[in-house]
């Protein structure tokens, strides 16, 4: 099975984008922005589809580790030290995906500038050029929110970027980025636009659903989504671990093993939309908080509906809270149109949740866990079969996390 990583990478960003937008109160879609200004300076300089793609998906993915940066700042004031591993995590994490050509430092340098006040103190022509151009699209873009730019203040915009060149990046980047800035490329970065620019400037990049970067990065978006909440660091993680785990005890192929583990790491993709203070809440939701928390799934199915050829992952993920007799959501689905892995993965969505410490209940044994999941399977919500598999295969992690396969089988 072949994936679009294009597409699937543009989905990727919008879930960048609405943590930058929530922690740092970068604007929104700024990523995309990034990635199609590095896509169009790529083009400029005349690079061939696989380095178009590195740099562009370099520059959607820019602060991907983001969620890890902020989570380190709560435990360290060093916040320069923070900013290191930021660019150290970031480079670490877009490294699994599939690319066709070499990215590296792309991301690791994407906050040095000409004049050596970076992270890591570097100066022009010490660090890769891509990172160079992937820093002006990304500094002058939340300096300048280029999608809010009218036209009649373009020559003022390009003079403060002239002037500011090496605070930005380096001159040789910001003079690339000079010549491709226009009229026509800041309409481009509008709001209303930018899905249509990434679209048009990414060239088409698929990669086999069984190639390690894929199930890696699958991994690392997981970790993304876990990151939104210091209550739920490794639900999505355990969940797609927990899969893969099955699979293996069910005699999966390895494309069938890795379409599986994709569906459950994208499964709560939708929840990155949720907001912090209801993810967190000590206590019981009320009616208003739960129906804007169940509004995950929605979102879920519609961001991977982006991606084509994906419907198969795409309802397997975002059917997880359905149940057997309809009582589930969003679609209220019966079981005969729950194939077995959207079944099975509501099933590990539960155990998870169930077995992990919460704001209002702690961590559960295995045998406590499985008790209330018995309880589900009478009463008609979930698969009693897989229950029972569970049951078995689950038992020996009772009170602790399952490995990842990303180190040990792929």
Same mark, same amino acid.
């Given at each position: 099975?072949? %994936?679009?990583?294009?597409?699937?990478?543009?989905?990727?960003?919008?879930?960048?984008?609405?943590?930058?937008?929530?922690?740092?109160?970068?604007?929104?879609?700024?990523?995309?922005?990034?990635? *199609?200004?590095?896509?169009?300076?790529?083009?400029?300089?005349?690079?061939?589809?696989?380095?178009?793609?590195? %740099?562009?998906?370099?520059?959607?993915?820019? +602060?991907?580790?983001?969620?890890?940066?902020?989570?380190?700042?709560?435990?360290?004031?060093? !916040?320069?030290?923070?900013?290191?591993?930021?660019?150290?995590? !970031?480079?670490?994490?877009?490294?699994?995906?599939?690319?066709?050509?070499?990215?590296? !430092?792309?991301?690791?340098?994407?906050?040095?500038?000409?004049?050596?006040?970076?992270?890591? $103190?570097?100066?022009?022509?010490?660090?890769?050029?891509?990172?160079?151009?992937? *820093?002006?699209?990304? &500094?002058?873009?939340? @300096?300048?929110?280029?999608?809010?730019?009218?036209?009649? @203040?373009? =020559?003022?915009? $390009?003079?403060?970027?002239?002037? #500011?060149?090496?605070?930005?990046?380096?001159?040789?980047?910001?003079?690339?980025?000079?010549?491709?800035?226009?009229?026509?490329?800041?309409?481009?970065?509008? +709001?209303?636009?930018?899905?249509?620019?990434?679209?048009?400037? /990414?060239? $088409?990049?698929?990669? +086999?659903?069984?190639? =390690?970067?894929?199930?890696?990065?699958? !991994?690392? /978006?997981?970790?993304?989504?876990?990151?939104?909440?210091?209550?739920?660091?490794?639900?999505?993680?355990?969940?797609?671990?927990? &899969?893969?785990?099955?699979?293996?005890?069910?005699?999966?192929?390895?494309?069938?093993? *890795?379409?599986?583990?994709?569906?459950?790491?994208?499964?709560?993709?939708?929840?990155?939309?949720?907001?912090?203070?209801?993810?967190?809440?000590?206590?019981?939701?009320?009616?208003?908080?739960?129906?804007?928390?169940?509004?995950?799934?929605?979102?879920?199915?519609?961001?991977?509906?982006?991606?084509?050829?994906?419907?198969?992952?795409?309802?397997?993920?975002?059917?997880?809270?359905?149940?057997?007799?309809?009582?589930?959501? &969003?679609?209220?689905?019966?079981?005969?149109?729950? @194939?077995?892995?959207?079944?099975?993965?509501?099933?590990? @969505? %539960?155990?998870?949740?169930?077995?992990?410490? $919460? =704001?209002y209940h702690d961590a559960r044994s295995h045998e406590e866990t499985i008790s209330? #999941?018995?309880?589900?399977?009478?009463?008609?919500?979930?698969? *009693?079969?897989?229950?029972?598999?569970?049951?078995?295969?689950?038992?020996?992690?009772?009170?602790?996390?399952?490995?990842?396969?990303?180190?040990?089988?792929?």
């Amino acid at each position: 099975m072949k %994936i679009a990583m294009d597409k699937l990478c543009i989905v990727f960003s919008r879930a960048f984008d609405v943590i930058e937008e929530e922690q740092i109160g970068a604007s929104e879609r700024h990523s995309m922005r990034v990635a *199609a200004l590095c896509a169009k300076m790529g083009k400029k300089l005349g690079f061939d589809a696989d380095a178009l793609s590195g %740099i562009a998906t370099c520059g959607m993915f820019h +602060d991907n580790a983001l969620t890890e940066y902020h989570l380190s700042m709560q435990n360290d004031s060093s !916040g320069e030290r923070n900013m290191l591993l930021h660019c150290e995590k !970031g480079q670490e994490n877009v490294s699994w995906l599939p690319f066709r050509t070499k990215i590296d !430092g792309f991301i690791l340098f994407h906050h040095e500038c000409g004049i050596g006040t970076g992270p890591f $103190r570097r100066r022009d022509g010490e660090f890769p050029f891509e990172a160079a151009l992937i *820093a002006a699209a990304d &500094a002058c873009d939340v @300096d300048n929110r280029f999608q809010a730019v009218p036209p009649k @203040d373009l =020559p003022a915009l $390009r003079s403060k970027i002239d002037r #500011l060149a090496d605070t930005y990046s380096t001159r040789k980047a910001i003079d690339v980025l000079l010549e491709i800035l226009d009229e026509e490329v800041l309409e481009s970065l509008r +709001d209303e636009n930018i899905s249509r620019t990434l679209d048009n400037d /990414l060239p $088409r990049w698929e990669a +086999d659903i069984t190639e =390690p970067g894929v199930i890696r990065a699958a !991994g690392f /978006l997981a970790r993304v989504i876990d990151y939104k909440s210091q209550f739920t660091q490794k639900h999505t993680s355990q969940i797609a671990n927990r &899969a893969w785990l099955m699979a293996e005890s069910y005699g999966y192929n390895e494309e069938n093993k *890795a379409s599986l583990f994709l569906a459950a790491s994208l499964h709560d993709i939708g929840k990155i939309k949720t907001p912090i203070e209801i993810l967190e809440k000590q206590g019981k939701l009320d009616d208003r908080e739960f129906k804007i928390i169940k509004n995950h799934v929605a979102y879920t199915r519609s961001m991977l509906n982006e991606v084509p050829d994906f419907e198969l992952i795409t309802n397997r993920a975002a059917n997880h809270h359905e149940k057997l007799d309809g009582s589930g959501y &969003a679609l209220g689905t019966n079981a005969e149109d729950l @194939d077995f892995d959207s079944r099975l993965i509501a099933c590990l @969505d %539960i155990y998870q949740a169930v077995s992990e410490p $919460r =704001p209002y209940h702690d961590a559960r044994s295995h045998e406590e866990t499985i008790s209330i #999941l018995r309880d589900m399977a009478e009463k008609g919500f979930i698969d *009693a079969d897989i229950v029972k598999d569970v049951d078995s295969v689950m038992a020996e992690y009772s009170m602790q996390n399952v490995p990842s396969p990303l180190d040990e089988k792929v």
